[in-house]
């Protein structure tokens, strides 16, 4: 916390805009640096130096990590299982110097970046990653609607259901919502899209 | 377009765009996985390729009933996913089987779907129907709020394949509330029942304009 004398007010340093955070684990300081130059103008953007460091920066308000996964000390794969342990609801791509094959998704990454990253890539794959959670917010959304809904169903007649307009304006909340599931976000375009979506709701069914 | 009037005689069934889904809901031992192991087998028939996410039937099971359901069925048509959670080491031939530990595990089962799409669109199945038996088993290990998100989910995926599903559920097994919760997560639904005197009766609701009448099938 960081009080302000002139004004007395007071402002969170650690997290004082409303821009997605993403925590850049990463030994080598040039490529970091690289990356964080990259990102800071459109994330708030905090950088740890191995799995440690990485573990002690994570907390709720991390949406995207980016992994490296050849380091000294704690090794990719281990601060993975450290933090879905910790069932934070982050999303997590992994960064290998070697392209790697299926298994990535098994072991339980959102994503993965193959050295050397370009500008470009990270952008996408962050925006990516970013849709994900905003999909499965709009899924969750969706779903409270839905159970409302066959609430009612399940409760009242027809004739009961034909004459409520809370049944009628959640009907027409339904419809849109679907719309918008489909089109915001392209619903699941990959493999990745797709098991990552799927990964999340095992977590909130955690939870 | 899929065509599945030559399993049930309905039109609404006869232009199914590719990415459906549709629930086939009826009460125990009325035939459901059977419908859906027929129109799968109808695909095959046809050239498309098959999926099978079962957690009841093993692979070994699945695939034997498939030859035998479709006699020059090339086994690279078939994917099974077999959530059975016992491993199971039957020979399989050349069909894209995969093992997931339990059906409530819905990361494994997207894994194992993932992979016999892929193994499926190499083997040079560029269409396909996927069947999921059943969703009522999946209830008793996960809540209906996953279960109607994992329908959804997987339903985008199908349709970015360009895939139609098929899925299984107990009318009998689950509460009214429930029933209407999943069945928003489709496109349409096949409900089959036993026919007064005898034999089997279904109807499609949600495809193609207003529900159809019960009929004799």
Known sequence: MYVDMQTGTVETIMSNSDLPVVLIVEDEPDVAETYKLWLQEEYEVRMAQNGDEGLDLLDEAVDVVLLDRMMPGLSGDEVLERIRERDLGCRVAMVTAVEPDFDILEMGFDAYLSKPIRSEQLHETVDNLLDRSEYDSLLQEYYALVEKQATLEATKSSAELAESDQYDELTERVAEMRDQLSDTLGGIEDDSDFIATLRGLSEDDNN | ?217
């Open chain 2, 1 to 217: 377009m899929y065509d599945l009037t030559s399993v049930l005689e309905f039109d609404a069934l006869s232009q199914i765009r590719p990415g459906s889904s549709i629930l086939i809901s009826g009460p125990a031992m009325s035939g459901k996985q059977r419908l859906a192991y027929d129109i799968l087998a109808d695909g095959i028939d046809g050239g498309d390729g098959a999926v099978v996410v079962t957690t009841g039937d093993g692979a070994g099971d699945v695939v034997e009933e498939f030859r035998s359901l479709v006699p020059d069925m090339n086994d690279a048509q078939l994917g099974v996913i077999d959530c059975r959670g016992d491993g199971g080491d039957q020979a399989v031939g050349n069909a894209h089987v995969h093992h997931v530990s339990s059906p409530g595990d819905l990361t494994g089962i997207g894994i194992g779907i993932t992979k016999a799409l892929e193994g499926l669109h190499n083997a040079g199945n560029e269409r396909g129907r996927l069947a999921l038996i059943s969703l009522s088993t999946m209830l008793t290990y996960t809540d209906k709020k996953t279960v109607f998100k994992f329908c959804h989910v997987l339903s985008s995926r199908l349709d970015s394949a360009g895939y139609i599903g098929v899925f299984t559920i107990d009318s009998g097994a689950h509460d009214d509330q429930t029933l209407q919760v999943i069945k928003q997560a489709f496109d349409g639904m096949i409900d089959v029942r036993d026919a007064e005197g005898g034999g089997r009766e279904a109807r499609v609701l949600g495809l193609a304009g207003e529900p159809t009448d019960w009929q004799r099938i």
